[in-house]
Nanobody, 115 residues
Framework: QVRLVESGGGLVQPGGSLRLSCAAS????????MGWYRQAPGNERELVAR???????DYADSVKGRFTISRENANNMLYLQMSRLKPEDTAVYYC?????????WGQGTQVTVSS
């Protein structure tokens, strides 16, 4: 069993920055794929960024150059540094992990970009 707990969401002005954190616990290792997804009202959940086995990193085109995903394996932490935020980045952001072909999700954290 794996538990994921996100933190760090909030309200930020366009052009601002936020850092999301995800604390993972349970049967998870540094080789498991972990990532961030987001879902805006009326939209499907979409991949934002992920770190796959071997340290391969994928980003959605919409966030490339603005967001950075990182992982702290010693403490089972996952981060998403978000910069130059835009109103269209507004969504609930979810931490995700795949462990033995099972998908695990956090409860989500709201990010709102508005002036």
């Amino acid at each position: 069993q794996v538990r994921l707990v996100e933190s760090g969401g909030g309200l930020v002005q366009p052009g601002g920055s936020l850092r999301l954190s995800c604390a993972a616990s349970g049967s998870i290792s540094s080789t498991n794929t972990m990532g961030w997804y987001r879902q805006a009202p009326g939209n499907e959940r979409e991949l934002v960024a992920r770190i796959r086995t071997g340290g391969i990193v994928d980003y959605a085109d919409s966030v490339k150059g603005r967001f950075t995903i990182s992982r702290e394996n010693a403490n089972n932490m996952l981060y998403l540094q978000m910069s130059r935020l835009k109103p269209e980045d507004t969504a609930v952001y979810y931490c995700h992990a795949v462990v033995v072909f099972v998908n695990y999700w956090g409860q989500g954290t709201q990010v709102t970009v508005s002036s």
